[in-house]
């Protein structure tokens, strides 16, 4: 069945770096746009990343909300099925679960990974 | 960016009781709206996309509605495991996609 697992998380201190991966399985990753959705602790979903399907003969594209733009990288490798997160200059408002999920063709996510823990503290 | 917003923020039911909660965007998003429903401790679950179309394994007593800025997510008869928080997101127009900031299905 298809799944996505999230690992990576854990407690950095502001200004702290940290990388998060996505395992996918089930599915044929190379097709799918993947995304990264966070939630802060008590509070809604924020779409923050997403990274197109690539190919041999395609380009990858991302993009980033705002609110992390210029602090965090998406990336991809095909030939693991996995998704990777860089976050960088980490805040105390990055505290979240992160959530990679499925970019399905009429535009939603589906599935979503179980998440993992951020938390940015001193 | 289009702007979701939910209404309201909390609901509290009875099981068996029948429940519509409302999500409207800032601008016309067409149908293309998703509801998603999330327990504690879970992830986020797609329940209907399209605004009307329920994914795989959903229970028909969830029904979507709506189209242009106004939507409706209806529970025809509540069931103890439907009480969650109901998020609704646009994928009209993206990046960025957005979420309403979600309604909370309680026990009355």
């Known amino acids: 069945q298809v799944q996505l697992v999230e690992s990576g998380g854990g407690l950095v201190k502001p200004g702290g770096s940290l990388r998060l991966s996505c395992a996918a399985s089930g599915f044929t990753f190379n097709d799918y746009y993947m995304s990264w959705i966070r939630q802060a602790p008590g509070k809604g979903l924020e779409w923050i990343s997403s990274?197109?399907?690539?190919?041999?003969?395609?380009?990858?594209?991302?993009n980033y909300a705002d609110s992390v733009r210029g602090r965090i990288t998406v990336s991809r490798d095909n030939a693991k099925n996995a998704m990777y997160l860089q976050m960088n200059n980490l805040r105390g408002e990055d505290t979240a679960v992160y959530y990679c999920a499925r970019v399905v063709a009429w535009g939603g996510f589906d599935p979503w990974g179980q998440g993992t823990l951020v938390t940015v503290s001193s | 960016e289009i702007v979701m917003t939910q209404s309201p923020a909390t609901l509290s039911v009875s099981p068996g009781e029948r429940v519509t909660l409302s999500c409207r965007a800032g601008q016309s998003v067409g149908s293309n709206l998703a509801w998603y429903q999330q327990k504690p401790g879970q992830a986020p679950r797609l329940l209907i996309y399209y605004a009307s179309t329920r994914a795989t394994g959903i229970p028909a007593r969830f029904s979507g509605s709506g189209s242009g800025t106004e939507f409706t997510l209806t529970i025809s008869s509540l069931q103890s495991e439907d009480f969650a928080v109901y998020y609704c997101?646009?994928?009209?127009?993206?990046?960025?996609?957005?979420f309403g900031q979600g309604t909370k299905v309680e026990i009355k």
């Open positions: 997101q646009q994928y009209s127009s993206w990046p960025p996609w957005t």
């Open positions: 990274i197109s399907y690539s190919g041999p003969y395609s380009a990858t594209y991302t």
